[in-house]
């Protein structure tokens, strides 16, 4: 089957930084996305991992191990827009279709 | 342009209805997708066309009917819709097949 899991709420803090962490288990694997999607609106794309490690970009980072079937997106320097639904999602299997975790929604407090 | 667009915004149908909801992009990306959205759940997939041909139906109901008329266009054709069906419609593309998706604003569709 497939499968992501990822924190369904998670708080921080103004200027903080936060992890959040998405483990899958998938037929296959054909790289990995991060979404941000603020309420009401339509889902953003921030990063995408197919190789192991850490890619940056800005304020935010994403890890990848896929032997270990994890990625973490990290955020740096919290703003309070930064207030979202975090999705992970795996592309795996031939027909590229992308499997969607259910999504963390993140409330950063002043 | 790195923009998709979608039209209308807003829908409100009744069951007996018949509608449609457009997508348009200039981005030269071959690949289009349809999702339907629940409040707090991920978007859901519908229908993708690649090359302007239909590549995955998620098993969706008839009365849901896509149309890719031409590479930057895409269509969903609405008829005898359900209360159930009242979503957020979201139109993605991306270059091709598994890489990074960019979504439209969406349709926020209330069927009565």
């Known amino acids: 089957g497939q499968n992501i899991d990822q924190p369904t709420e998670m708080t921080a803090t103004e200027g903080a930084i936060v992890q959040i962490n998405c483990t899958y288990q998938t037929s296959g694997f054909n790289g990995l996305f991060w979404y941000q999607q603020h309420a009401g609106e339509a889902p953003t794309f921030l990063s995408y991992?197919?190789l192991d490690g850490l890619e940056e970009k800005g304020r935010f980072s994403s890890f990848l191990s896929r032997s270990k079937g994890y990625s973490y997106l990290l955020l740096k320097e919290l703003q309070m827009k930064d207030s979202a639904s975090y999705l992970c999602a795996v592309n795996a299997g031939n027909n590229r279709k992308l499997i969607w975790g259910l999504g963390t929604s993140l409330a950063v407090n002043p | 342009d790195t923009e998709v667009t979608q039209t209308p915004k807003h829908l409100v149908m009744g069951m007996t209805n018949k509608k449609s909801l457009k997508c348009e992009q200039h981005?030269?990306?071959?690949?289009m997708y349809w999702y339907k959205q629940k409040a707090k759940k991920p978007p859901e997939l519908m229908f993708v066309y690649s090359y302007e041909k239909l590549s995955i139906n998620e098993s969706v109901p008839s009365r849901f009917s896509p149309e890719c008329p031409n590479s930057s266009l895409l269509n969903l054709h609405l008829h005898a819709l359900q209360p159930e069906d009242s979503a957020l419609y979201l139109c993605?593309?991306?270059?091709?097949?598994?890489?990074?998706?960019?979504f439209g604003p969406g349709t926020r569709l209330t069927v009565t």
């Open positions: 981005m030269g990306h071959r690949a």
């Open positions: 993605a593309s991306s270059q091709d097949l598994g890489v990074d998706q960019y």
């Open positions: 991992n197919v």
